[in-house]
């Protein structure tokens, strides 16, 4: 009894061993290897790339090599992704970006759609002739296509000015550079949609303030993600306006009317330099010749000041009109 039971756990041991074994290494045949996820997940609609390096004949850099994608089905195992050019490949969504030349076998899938789930594995072929061939299929990925709940970003609005055009884009989810999801936006006083394309410019007015922008995006399955944004617009009063909610401040300003006051202030400060300069050289003039009452000489600086305040205030004015 107790030697059948220390006999089959050594059987046991020795079908284990090698699962085990398999399961660390992920190597088979000495000299191949492979490192691959062996389950990813990816949103319907979006992309993924699975990121992926290999080893054949104990190597990395191969020249002109073929790597395929292989897809695991019931019946045969067939082809979804290769930079075999003459392979016949149907069009599919799936990409070998990964180059096997440089022992890479990244594999992208763009657009993912629900029938894409299945199990997959890598075949690496040097060349036609070279005895470096190999399937990688004890070393499998599992693609699973789950609901898309990821948000788009919506990009970052700044100060928003009323009367001055803005543009927001909407990147959809996924980092995905060829997406198949619609873009559209909507703006709480807007009816229907807004705008159907990544990118809205438009003419914010003081009727926009509190309102919301949402950029949604939607599958080919119908399912939508949405951001939505609250806009605050903020205006720059004119001289007879004596409310003063929403004016922008010069603390939230976009940088270009920074700019615009300090190369403003720049410009004043030279002016009263000059001015003053000639001031005092009249001054000293006048005071050589020793003609001038001290009285007028002060009213003169002041008067001189006054217009420099003056032109300086028109300046502001004038940049912030803009
Ligand atoms: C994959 O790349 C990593 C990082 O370069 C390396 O450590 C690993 O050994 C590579 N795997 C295979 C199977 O070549
Ligand atoms: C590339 O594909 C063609 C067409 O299927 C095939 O005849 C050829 O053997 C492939 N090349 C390699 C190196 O597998
Ligand atoms: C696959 O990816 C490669 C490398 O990024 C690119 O050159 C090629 O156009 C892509 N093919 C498809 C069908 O997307
Ligand atoms: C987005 O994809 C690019 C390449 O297409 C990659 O360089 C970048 O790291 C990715 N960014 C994120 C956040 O995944
Ligand atoms: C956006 O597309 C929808 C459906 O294609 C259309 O009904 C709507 O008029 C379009 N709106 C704009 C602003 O282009
Ligand atoms: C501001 O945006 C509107 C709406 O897109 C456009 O018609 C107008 O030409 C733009 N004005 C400027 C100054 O870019
Ligand atoms: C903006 O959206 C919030 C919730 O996202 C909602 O409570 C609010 O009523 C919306 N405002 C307008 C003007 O539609």
């Not at 690496?124 to 599992?142: G, L």
């Amino acid at each position: 009894m107790r030697h059948i039971k220390h006999s089959s756990m050594w059987v046991g041991l020795v079908i284990m061993l090698p699962l085990f074994w398999e399961g660390v290494t992920c190597q088979v045949v000495p000299g191949y290897s492979i490192d691959v996820p062996p389950s990813v997940p990816v949103q319907e609609g979006l992309c993924v790339t699975i990121p992926c390096n290999f080893t054949a004949d104990y190597r990395i850099t191969f020249k002109n090599s073929f790597g395929y994608w292989m897809r695991e089905a019931l019946k045969s195992h067939y082809i979804i992704a290769t930079n075999n050019k003459s392979n016949p490949v149907r069009k599919t969504n799936f990409n070998l970006t990964g180059n096997p030349d440089t022992g890479d076998c990244s594999l992208t899938i763009t657009n993912a759609r629900k029938e894409d789930a299945g199990t997959y594995y890598f075949r690496f072929v040097e060349s036609k002739t070279s005895a470096v061939k190999y399937s990688f299929n004890s070393m499998k990925t599992t693609i699973t296509v789950i609901d898309l709940t990821e948000e788009p970003v919506i990009s970052d609005p700044g100060t928003v000015i009323a009367g001055i055009n803005k543009t927001l884009t909407c990147t959809p989810p996924g980092n995905c550079s060829a997406t198949s999801l619609v873009i559209q936006w909507r703006k709480s006083n807007v009816a229907g949609v807004w705008e159907n394309s990544s990118t809205v410019t438009f003419t914010p007015s003081l009727n926009d303030h509190q309102e919301n922008i949402t950029c949604q995006t939607t599958n080919s399955r119908g399912m939508t993600t949405q951001k939505t944004i609250l806009l605050d617009v903020c205006y720059f009063p004119s001289f007879t306006d004596k409310e003063d909610t929403n004016v922008c401040t010069v603390r939230v300003v976009d940088s270009i009317f920074i700019i615009g006051i300090v190369i403003g202030n720049i410009a004043a400060f030279i002016l009263i330099n000059v001015a003053s300069y000639f001031c005092l050289k009249r001054h000293m003039e006048k005071r050589q010749l020793g003609n001038a009452s001290p009285d007028s000489k002060t009213q003169d600086m002041e008067s001189t000041y006054q217009e420099l305040t003056e032109q300086k205030t028109d300046i502001y004015y004038s940049l912030k009109a803009r």
